[in-house]
């Protein structure tokens, strides 16, 4: 089974506009991280945003939230007021003890395209 | 404070051929980690290596193999090199190693192709 599950391939979005990308997770660790990376075209992984799983508040930086449902296993990222500097790859990430190691598992990627 | 550096950043090879990355962390970082990214498989762990120890590695055949130098920077090595191994060498540091909450920053990788 997947771990990290990104089921939006492609997103497109105004410019000025919210927009949510999806991700699912699933893991049997009580103590997990989630994190949100932007990959823009030339290739660079952008460290955006972190939650840990004991975390009671959503997670924000700057324009970037975190919607975490734990229950639902699912942390959503959040960002407002889209601009077009926005439009990459985006990754959604999961740090937990697979195996009695903390390896890291990423998701297949949501492509943002940002619209004038 | 400079960032995550890789070299090369392109490279070509052919197969049967064996390849070297090389990676310098963040200053005054000690873990770093290699990812693959290819269109097919996405973004794999490699291994990760902590004050000049493997401290986890991923599913990848003994072909791949890596190390860390006292100076914290990494080295990746491929031997015998297949098609299948062209991708984006992502290389990333950060402060401590394991742990659900490591913080990593990548660096701008390097395209290896394999022909």
């Known amino acids: 089974a997947q771990k990290i599950t990104q089921t939006q391939p492609g997103m497109f979005v105004q410019e000025k506009e919210a927009v949510t990308l999806d991700c699912t997770y699933d893991?049997?660790?009580?103590?997990?991280?989630l994190f949100w990376y932007k990959q823009p075209s030339s290739g660079e992984m952008i460290f955006l945003i972190y939650?840990?799983?004991?975390?009671?508040q959503n997670a924000t930086e700057g324009r970037y939230s975190l919607n975490f449902q734990k229950a639902r296993k699912s942390a959503n990222l959040v960002i407002s007021a889209s601009q077009l500097g926005d439009s990459a790859m985006y990754f959604c990430?999961?740090?937990?003890?697979?195996?009695?190691?903390?390896?890291?598992?990423f998701g297949r990627g949501t492509s943002l395209i940002v619209h004038p | 404070k400079a960032g995550v550096t890789q070299t090369p950043r392109y490279l070509i090879k052919t197969r049967g051929q064996q390849v070297t990355l090389s990676c310098s962390p963040i200053?005054?970082?000690?873990?770093v980690s290699w990812y693959q990214q290819t269109p097919g498989q996405g973004l794999q762990f490699l291994f990760e290596?902590?004050?000049?120890?493997?401290?986890n590695k991923g599913n990848f055949p003994g072909r791949f193999s890596g190390r860390q130098f006292s100076n914290s920077r990494s080295e990746m090595n491929v031997s015998t090199l297949e098609l299948g191994d062209s991708a984006l060498y992502l290389c990333?540091?950060?402060?401590?190693?394991?742990?659900?909450?490591?913080?990593?920053?990548f660096g701008p990788g390097t395209r290896l192709t394999v022909l």
């Open positions: 990333a540091s950060s402060l401590g190693a394991g742990g659900p909450n490591n913080e990593q920053f």
């Open positions: 893991t049997s660790d009580p103590s997990y991280g």
């Open positions: 939650q840990g799983s004991y975390d009671q």
């Open positions: 990430a999961m740090r937990d003890l697979s195996g009695g190691s903390y390896i890291p598992t």
């Open positions: 200053s005054g970082h000690r873990s």
């Open positions: 290596y902590f004050s000049e120890t493997q401290r």
